[in-house]
């Protein structure tokens, strides 16, 4: 399973921290009335995280979260920059293979979404189920933005020391570790002793 990861990547979800304990970030982001600074930026972060992971999801369970659709939009490794949707097939489909480029998801905010035909389509529905998540990013004044659904973790290296899995691997800005760790099962930190 390692290998796969090292090769092939995996859902790029927000890790359950972004939505603070016991999703206290999002029951904010619900909550009427003004909220201090700080408090809100952690409410219109946790929010646009769970657009984004609900369509992620969406896409995982429909097999397409690691390849293109009609209308997508993609990002090339190693860069935030998007291009599409009006990129040929031809191009991008062995591209996205290759790990040229992925597909991207959207982080919500006001403004037309880049994408179009399915992935547009898509993405309005998913997001359409919370509309009240969508409205508070939109009224905050928020700009549509993407980011990638796949996440490939550079240098995985692994050994295992007395009976325990030793995972060594980078991860770009915005990534989480415990995205990773996830598609490898229940997790156990390691105990602490004194």
Do not use: K
Not at 28 to 38: E, I, N, T
Not at 43 to 52: D, E, K, P, T, V
Request: glycine content about 12%; hydrophobic content about 40%; charged content about 25%.
């Amino acid at each position: 399973r390692l290998g796969e990861i090292a090769a092939e990547g995996v859902p790029n979800y927000f890790g359950p921290q972004r939505f603070g304990n016991y999703g206290s970030n999002l029951r904010a982001a619900m909550a009427r009335g003004r909220l201090p600074r700080q408090r809100r930026s952690l409410a219109l972060s946790a929010a646009r995280a769970f657009l984004f992971n609900a369509v992620l999801g969406e896409r995982v369970a429909a097999g397409c979260w690691d390849r293109g659709l009609s209308g997508e939009v993609w990002m090339p490794r190693g860069s935030r920059g998007i291009f599409g949707p009006d990129a040929d097939p031809v191009d991008t489909e062995p591209r996205c293979r290759n790990g040229e480029i992925d597909p991207t998801g959207p982080l919500w905010g006001r403004d037309t979404l880049a994408t179009g035909d399915a992935v547009r389509e898509l993405e309005q529905a998913v997001v359409g189920e919370w509309p009240a998540f969508a409205q508070f990013l939109e009224r905050a004044g928020l700009r549509q933005e993407r980011r990638r659904l796949r996440l490939v973790p550079g240098d995985l290296a692994w050994s295992w020391m007395d009976g325990d899995l030793e995972l060594r691997f980078a991860l770009e800005p915005g990534a989480f570790a415990t995205t990773v760790l996830s598609e490898l099962g229940a997790v156990q930190p390691p105990a602490v002793t004194s």
